[in-house]
């Protein structure tokens, strides 16, 4: 008698935990209204509207001017800032000739800079960008005796190129200076992850500014040395 007492307890104890799963499954595949929820985390994402390029756009709904954001959808068709667009990375590429230097190395001479006047905020900018990426090599006072070098004591035995006093680099066209930067040369590394164009650019005419002080700094001196 215990025996069927126990076994009956069992058997009903286990028709409830089955009816609670059953009962479970069916609200949770029943339309009750969790499958549209109150609030979405990011429903711009969530939601997001496919915009064709060229296509109409109901002026009561978007807005190209700024100051309407939030009251219409802002679209304007210009790429985000900061972007490149494809083909206008490099004027030149990188392409090994027989010797084993670079074919457009020697081309890249008569590429120009974009970056024609510099203002002085714009010379602030690009002397923060030199110090950050190429003083550590090349020095503050681009003499080439940046912290890895630091006189021979440093961690690197050959000393980096030698921007302001070195006739070679002074007389090296800036197109040059930008392939340098943007594929690497000799024991240089590329810089083209860590600087944008525009940024290597004016990294090389703020390199270029030092140059041309330097000599007109320099004038003066070997004019007056010359008459004593």
Request: charged share 20%; with cysteine.
């Amino acid at each position: 008698m215990f025996g069927f007492n126990f076994l009956f307890f069992k058997m009903k104890k286990l028709f409830y935990i089955s009816s609670l799963f059953v009962a479970i499954a069916i609200t949770s595949c029943s339309d009750n209204g969790n499958r549209n929820p109150h609030n979405v985390y990011m429903p711009d994402m969530a939601y997001s509207r496919a915009y064709e390029t060229y296509a109409y756009r109901d002026s009561a709904v978007f807005t190209t001017n700024e100051a309407e954001r939030g009251q219409k959808i802002f679209y304007n068709n210009l790429p985000v800032s900061g972007s490149i667009a494809r083909g206008e990375e490099m004027p030149f590429s990188l392409t090994k000739d027989i010797a084993g230097d670079t074919t457009n190395y020697t081309k890249s001479k008569d590429v120009k800079s974009p970056v024609d006047t510099m203002t002085g905020a714009q010379l602030v900018e690009s002397e923060r960008l030199y110090l950050i990426n190429c003083g550590i090599c090349h020095g503050k006072a681009l003499d080439g005796n940046g912290p890895l070098y630091k006189g021979g004591e440093g961690p690197y035995a050959a000393k980096p190129a030698t921007l302001v006093g070195d006739a070679k680099y002074e007389a090296m066209p800036e197109g040059q200076m930008f392939y340098s930067v943007a594929y690497g040369k000799g024991q240089m590394g590329s810089y083209a992850s860590q600087l944008t164009r525009r940024q290597r650019w004016e990294i090389i005419a703020f390199i270029k500014h030092k140059q041309k002080a330097a000599k007109a700094n320099a004038a003066p001196a070997a004019e007056a040395t010359a008459k004593k």
